[in-house]
């Protein structure tokens, strides 16, 4: 079997069987379907029973994003790991171009692919990520309309979104998969950093198109999510980050805060969403266990960065290279538009 597809599934029933039935339309056909369901309440078990080409795993309780894509290791036979969310719907030719770039680029420990926007498909959601200098990542052209784009097809990338993404089981086996500390969000860059570091390329599979529904599990600017993103985008930094870019963490820190803090009281970009929701308190105390919880997981981030360090196979110089290729500015991290 070439390639396993890994679903992670929390309470997503009213997702599942246009994802799932996106999948049976595939021109691709050397694939299995692993579903890992988190404890879900909502039905998600009994229907995922029913059909036949899933192989279930069910799990006790939500372990997250990143230990559930773990779980499905045992079970996954591909050469090829491709991670898929729940809430997304792929077109019939998406895997069968997807494996064809992985095919043509061995080099490429990860594959991304052109993540387009349910809601809106003509704006794009992801096409493979790009970093700030304190480690927050987005989606490249996240917004942008895809016809006003101009792409090159198999370009490089930094690292693919965990959203819709290949990953080689090569690339896994030396360097290890999602670290489930992470629980969700910020999991893949993690993975895509190391794999980077390790010497493994990245590249975009343009043609192989998917749409999302954003942010559809933990809300785009929910309490949680904020926490976790603020907490685990210190985890990747402080595991796979330069050591120059560790000293300078806290001054970039600053300034995204500053600059967070300017579209807030403009009401520009995600500060407009910030401004007009219902739990501005509860999001800045978000971000603020955040930053404590990752002050407080140091010891053992600096264990796990030993471990990063021993696969290592680019320079100081040569990571500080393929970052600034795909830097990404706190203007363009919080959606706020040219002056």
Known sequence: MRVSVIIVNWNGLGHLPECLDSLQKQTFRDFQVIVVDNGSSDGSVPYLEQRP?????????????????????????????VTLNNDTKAEPDWLEKLVAVADRHPEAGMVGCRILSYQDPERVDSMGMAICRDGMSRGNFRGRRYAELAVEDEAE??????????????????????DGDFFAYCEDSDLGLRGRLAGWQAVLARDAVVYHKYSMTAGTLSPLKLYLVERNHFYAVVKNFPLVLLLTLPLYTLLRYLVQARVVLHGKGTGGEFKTSGSRNECALALLRGMRDALLALPTLTRKRAEVMRHKNLSPRETMQLLRRHHLTFHELLDVPPS
């Open 157 to 178: 990338i930094l690292f693919p979104s965990a959203c819709v993404a290949l990953y080689r089981r090569a690339m896994v086996d030396q360097i290890g998969f999602f």
């Open 53 to 81: 080409e899933v192989r279930l795993v069910p799990l006790e309780k939500n372990a997250g994003f990143a230990a559930g894509n773990n779980a499905a290791l045992p079970f996954a036979r591909g050469e090829y790991l």
